[in-house]
């Protein structure tokens, strides 16, 4: 690891002023408007994998003592996950495919969901991950980054209903 | 490990910096999934979509959707594969026609790097991109890109760019778990299945076993908070949700959000089940979050509470 400490001391050096120096950088900001539709879907019922908790967590040791689902009520239960993907289009009327995305949500409570997300389109792709409400027909979600034309940028993105079943997908990025 | 400074070629007009790596795969652990798969379940927010036909004919080939494997590798510093400069785990969610979504953590002297994105696992090369670190990679952002080298090992070109200097500001909040939910996958695992952009890496023994004490890889765990505002945990600033999976040596990898007043914060990174203390790194947010980089370091104090102090920037 010697090697590795002396690189890392050189990168700190490098970054450093870097940092420093970029107080004064403007990034240049996308605003992009996008839309997208479903054409892919799997659900995975982990109801055979459910139990309490096992082994220590750095939580305080927590341990559940009763159960977090009522199986009487509607899921998806905490666990279980569910993936899509999606065609993606510049244009309300779904003529210019520019790309695909790729989401994969874990189901935590009440219906909410931890996703990941990305977005390959043809200038480069961008991540983002956040909470779904799978009750809701609109999300926002944290762009946390990106390759290509989105390198090093980061922002949001907000998925709201459309015609055709599509969802309009802002993205405000700098 | 070549470090070079590429100044001003990253697209973000900022000075980049340059980090070569060559990773090799050591641990695999695939978790077949075929028992859990069913068609579309509940209502979503993408119109509703329920697909029409099934996704699968697991006769055909695999790994299917929803399948996941985990993946563990050795760094070094040269394509020699002599000097070793860290470890890294993958925690890949496949999707469709052998594509995954996979979350990244690179394990480096003096601070770690989170990576995110798809994989092609037909593929022998990919990029994702870098969303965040810890230690001396915190508050850095940028890409990935692996290509084949010798001895069935992966060169790693890293392009790092600080996140542009903006105002710092720390948030001091409270946690206590609320709920838990444990999923073990002791049916799911199986050894490893299909190609991947790791050489293709096999594991012949055994990762777990199973009269030991668990978690073993593949098995997941869900938490959930209420947050407060001080250590007398009085006045609640909202709640907040761990998905973590576990991976080897009971170190997990963990998706974390809070959901605060005014807007979310998206936290991610490894998690030593055993300690008591953890960081993560703070990936972006909604709100009045939105945009912000940073970390979060957790550390006990009473009635099984963790006081949090996030770092932030933006």
Request: aromatic share 10%; net charge positive; proline share 4%.
């Amino acid at each position: 690891m010697r090697a590795g400490a002396a690189v890392g001391a050189l990168l700190a050096a490098l970054l450093a002023p870097t940092v420093a120096s970029g107080a004064g950088q403007t990034r240049k900001a996308v605003r992009l408007t996008l839309y997208t539709v479903a054409q892919s879907e799997q659900y995975a019922n982990y109801s055979d994998d459910r139990q309490r908790g096992y082994g220590n967590n750095p939580f305080g040791n927590f341990k559940d003592t009763t159960a977090t689902i009522k199986r009487t009520k509607a899921g998806p239960f905490p666990g279980d996950l569910e993936y899509f993907q999606l065609a993606v289009y510049r244009d309300a009327r779904l003529k210019t495919k520019v790309g695909t995305a790729e989401i994969t949500c874990q189901f935590n409570v009440n219906k909410n969901a931890f996703c990941d997300a990305t977005y390959q389109l043809n200038d480069g792709t961008f991540v983002a991950a956040g909470t779904v409400d799978f009750k809701s027909s609109s999300f926002a979600l944290p762009v946390t980054g990106g390759t290509g034309k989105y390198f090093g940028l980061r922002g949001d993105l907000e998925s709201t209903p459309a015609a055709h079943r599509a969802q309009r997908v802002a993205l405000d990025l700098s | 490990m070549l470090l070079a400074a590429a100044a001003g070629s990253g697209s973000a007009g900022a000075a980049a910096t340059q980090l070569t790596l060559y990773s090799r795969a050591s641990q695999e652990q695939f978790l077949n999934h075929a028992d859990d798969r069913q068609r579309g379940y509940g209502k979503n927010p993408f119109g509703n979509f329920q697909a029409p036909t099934a996704t699968t004919r697991e006769s055909n080939g695999g790994p299917f959707p929803g399948d996941q494997a985990l993946f563990q590798f050795d760094l070094f510093s040269g394509p020699d594969l002599k000097t070793v400069a860290g470890s890294a785990v993958f925690l890949c969610n496949y999707n469709f026609k052998h594509h995954g979504f996979c979350d990244g953590i690179y394990r480096l002297n003096g601070g770690s790097l989170l990576v995110k994105g798809a994989l092609d696992f037909d593929a022998r090369t990919y990029s994702l991109a870098v969303t965040g670190g810890t230690g001396k990679y915190r508050l850095v952002t940028g890409s990935l890109a692996a290509t084949p080298a010798a001895k069935l090992a992966q060169r790693l070109a890293i392009s790092l760019e600080p996140i542009a200097a903006r105002p710092a500001r720390t948030l001091d909040l409270n946690s206590v778990p609320t709920a838990e939910q444990f999923l073990n996958h002791a049916d799911d695992r199986q050894r490893g299945y299909g190609n991947n952009p790791f050489g293709n890496f096999y594991q012949a023994k055994l990762t777990t076993k199973e009269q030991n004490n668990g978690p073993f890889p593949g098995d997941q765990a869900l938490f959930e908070f209420n947050v407060f505002t001080g250590p007398d945990l009085k006045t609640l600033a909202g709640t907040s949700v761990f998905t973590c999976n576990y991976g080897f040596k009971k170190l997990g990898f963990c998706d974390a959000i809070y959901q605060l007043s005014g807007g979310t914060l998206v936290a991610a990174g490894g998690l030593d089940f055993n300690a008591n203390t953890f960081s993560l790194v703070v990936t972006g947010g909604t709100g009045k979050y939105r945009g912000v980089a940073g970390e979060l370091t957790a550390s006990p104090v009473r009635h099984g509470s963790q006081q949090l102090t996030l770092a932030l920037v933006g």
